[in-house]
């Protein structure tokens, strides 16, 4: 069976054979700030849930020889999103930041690879500011609870039964000092989102949350839990990171994968009716405006991870697996208003859920290369493509 198909660019696999390697997340800052690290997890398994006790390796690849150093190991990890490592953005040549688990409690890690000092911060990480001075931080339990692929095996909510929480919500991390402060209540953006259920009570959680790009503010998708028929609703709020200045993007409904355009433009497949006019959609929202726009309907046909290129002249998207189990990866000119399919990946169709492996597209540094996670050649590896040889 022909596990690559429409290869207009060979991809080159950065990973090795004694294990199984993925980064995680589309959003996240994989490659270090000269290009030439490529931070990854390593773990023993891929076809089942991690459990509290299962370790990933974290470490970094080097892309002048594809070797694979070790920095560390956690047990706070997923499929889906890893333990969030990422470079920090204060200082991406040596200093990365993951999450962790001590005890039955999770936290972040600072750590300096050059000097090998790490510090902790009291809460995990669930998305870094752009500036490198904060980080915010969410109930992973909760989302546990809600989606396993998300959130980490080895800690209860403690606020199980309580729909919106008072004392649970979005709190802010400084990252020098380690330090947080709750800046925002579930019950607080319950209040602000309610009138959607007109008096019906329903559990909520924070499913997603980025600060723009000048990180002044966040987008947070906040989401119920299913109900008797299974099926969860979407709302999308954006505020100070303060919480202070709630805005109301879109009300529940379905809405999806997103990335910032700037600190105000904010891209997302949804299609709930008042906010999207032409149903399910790539749309870019206007912050603290009714103003919408889509990026070209005829080719963005599904939902698939959108990323912006440094000089936010192209967009990265891939797809979920079509029927015969392929994974397909794009690019389009935002400037041409033209896209082309780079390639499809086998996808293997046992690994689906929350173990699934998607591509995860992401940009490096400089806009010229891209990586992903597949499993086409039957483990999770890590490629590369050099976009360079396109002449977009």
Known sequence: MDRIKDELLKAERLTKEDGHYFFGYYDTPAWSSNDRYHLCHKVAFCDRLPVAEDRAQLGYIDLQNNSFTVIGETT??????????????AYPQDTVIYNSRKGSAYEGVVLNLTTGKSHTLERPV????PTGKYAVSINFPRMYDFRPGY????????????PYPQDDGIYLIDLLSGSSRQAISLQRIWEFTKAYFQGEDRKILINHITFTTDGTRLVVLVRCF???????????????????????LADYGYASHYHWKDRECLTIHAGEAATNPEGAQLYVWKDKTREVETIDKSFFLEDGHCSYSPDRRFMLYDSYPDSESYRHLYIYNLQTQKGIKLASYYSLPELDGDIRCDLHPRWNRQGTLISFDSTHEGQRHVYKMDLRDLGL
Not at 76 to 89: E, I, R, V
Not at 126 to 129: H, M, R, T
Not at 151 to 162: F, K, L, Q, R
Not at 229 to 245: C, L, P, Q, R
């Open 76 to 89: 706070a990890w997923n499929f889906q999103q890893g333990s969030m490592l990422q470079w920090h953005p």
């Open 126 to 129: 669930a998305n870094v500011d």
């Open 151 to 162: 959130g980490y095996a080895g800690e209860s909510d403690p606020y199980a039964n309580v």
């Open 226 to 248: 299913p109900d008797k028929e299974k099926i969860w609703k979407t709302a999308v709020v954006t505020m100070n990171t303060d919480g202070s200045d709630l805005f109301l």
